[in-house]
Structures are given as C-alpha cells and as structure tokens.
C-alpha cells in the first residue's frame, strides 16, 4: 500500500476555496486515490475518489497530475461545517470483491474560521 | 452512496463484562466487511477483515480472542468485546463495500462509542 503524506493541519476563513495536497511517490499503476471527511465521533464519509486528471461532484474536485505523486482535494467555498479530518488514502480498488482493505493516516484537520 | 449502520451508538459497561457490537450494510450485501479502532485525537487503526462464512483475518497486534468477530450473513458482522477493561475502551468503526465489477468505495458505519468503567 503507497504511503500518504498530508499536512497535519490548515486553517481557512469562511467563503475561501480550501486545497488540501497529499502526496503519494509510491503510487503504483493500480492504484485509486480516495478521499474522505470525518467529522468527531462519527465514521468517516466518502468525498471523492479519482485516478487520474480531474474529478469533480456536488461537493469537491479532486487534481492529479500526470505522474500521480500527488493529488489536490479542493473544496469550493468552505463552510464552517465543513471543519472536520480529511484522510487521502491510495490503493488497488479495482477488485470488484468488496474487499479492499484500506489504510489511514494521520489525515488533515481543517479548521474553518468565521 | 450505499449505508452502513452500527448499533449501539454508544455503550457503557463494567470491566469484565462482554459487549457486542453490530455493523449493517443497508442496502447492499457485503461479502467483506472490515473493523476499526479510533482512540482520541489518532487515526483509524484497522482491526481485522471480517469474511463472510469464514474466520475473520486480525492485525498484528490484535487479540482475536479478545476481539471476537462473526460475519453471518452477507449484511451483518458483529465484533464482540469479551471481558472488556478500561484500556478497550475506544471508538470502533465498521466499514463495507457494495460488490461490484468495477471501482470499489468503503463506506462507513457511524462508529460506535465504547466506555469501560
């Protein structure tokens, strides 16, 4: 499994557009980029997952480059609930067994300020 | 996206005692399910694979003794807590997948709180 690096922590004002970068040099050529939001004492939810240029739904966009080492989470005019743990993971998903095992790192704590 | 559920949400109980915990793929079987452990301020640590119809697989360092796992059906695995003591006290996670052919997900139950007195 390819090992993330994220930034510890961030902080964004109201209204900004947040872009939280994790990087991921072993990425191999199976590999799927996840990302996923947890709020305290709750499970974590799924934002986005992509494999490579851009992705983008209802409520982030999700940047990776041509190489692959690196992915950009962007969320658009954050909200102060939007202050939660972001987690970038990376790993095979293609499956098709329901059985990808996925592991967590330290993940970024977005703080949104009035 | 696909739901998960966990029950109970929170659960208080006295060192010694065994609690059990379910975890529920709503709308989607899951042959696949996995369990993880959070303590305050830390990542998710994953626990152990739960298999549908076969022994569950445990990480290094997790007592399968301790951590008893049962996957029944293809849309419920529970995780039992025997003889449980202060230091297993934690936010425990479920995770499933739908089955599909293609690009898999985890999606996430809502954790269950665990407090050992």
């Known amino acids: 499994l390819a090992k993330t690096t994220q930034p510890i922590s961030m902080d964004s004002y109201e209204g900004q557009e947040v872009n939280i970068t994790c990087s991921h040099n072993n990425i191999a050529t199976n590999d799927y980029i996840t990302w996923y939001q947890q709020f305290p004492s709750q499970g974590p939810r799924f934002i986005i997952q992509?494999?490579?240029t851009k992705v983008t739904n209802e409520v982030a966009s999700l940047f990776i480059p041509a190489d692959r080492k690196s992915s950009t989470l962007s969320l658009p005019r954050v909200s102060l609930s939007d202050t939660a743990v972001y987690y970038c993971l990376v790993g095979d998903i293609y499956s098709g067994a329901g059985s990808y095992q996925l592991t967590f790192g330290k993940g970024t704590k977005l703080s949104v300020i009035p | 996206g696909a739901v998960v559920s966990q029950h109970p949400s929170w659960v208080i109980c006295k060192s010694g005692t065994s609690v059990k915990i379910e975890c529920r793929s709503l709308d989607f079987q899951a042959t696949t399910m996995f369990w993880y452990r959070q303590f305050p301020k830390q990542s998710l640590m994953l626990m152990a694979t739960?298999?549908?119809?076969?022994?569950?697989?445990?990480e290094q360092g997790v007592e399968k003794d301790k951590f008893l796992i049962n996957h029944a059906s293809l849309t419920l695995s529970t995780l039992t807590v025997t003889s449980a003591h202060p230091e297993d006290s934690s936010f425990y996670i479920c995770?499933?997948?739908?089955?599909?052919?293609?690009?898999?997900?985890?999606?996430f139950g809502p954790g269950t709180r665990l407090l050992v007195l």
């Open positions: 992509g494999y490579k």
């Open positions: 995770s499933a997948g739908p089955q599909t052919s293609g690009i898999e997900t985890q999606y």
């Open positions: 739960s298999n549908e119809g076969s022994k569950a697989t445990y």
